[in-house]
Nanobody
């Protein structure tokens, strides 16, 4: 079974940056669409970004466009979420997810129901 592990979360001041990593063990991520999601206290889990298996297609939630960048390094079996200009509203637990069947397009790849495999999450806290 595919296992995903997120890392890179932490405490950062508003305007700061973090890079989250999503690494897989035992199986290659090459053929999986990867999504990043986040869940703030008392709120539903929401899609943040996704990237296709080839890396040729990406998509972002409106709330993070222009600030976050998703990328993948298949040689390292890792997907990254680069987060810049962080806001207090970005505070949440961030999860990565993977799926073989879905794709990352304008219409697909942003729903939690599209992904079969999930990591345990990493906490991101933006606070002064």
């Amino acid at each position: 079974q595919l296992q995903l592990v997120e890392s890179g979360g932490g405490l950062v001041q508003p305007g700061g940056s973090l890079r989250l990593s999503c690494a897989a063990s035992r199986f290659t991520l090459d053929y999986y669409t990867i999504g990043w999601f986040r869940q703030a206290p008392g709120k539903e889990r929401e899609g943040v970004s996704c990237i296709s298996s080839s890396g040729g297609s990406t998509n972002y939630a409106d709330s993070v466009k222009g600030r976050f960048t998703i990328s993948r390094d298949n040689a390292k079996n890792t997907v990254y979420l680069h987060m810049n200009s962080l806001k207090t509203a970005d505070t949440a637990v961030y999860y990565c997810a993977a799926d073989l069947k879905t794709d990352c397009t304008y219409y697909t790849g942003s729903s939690i129901y599209e992904y079969d495999y999930w990591g345990q999450g990493t906490q991101v806290t933006v606070s002064s």
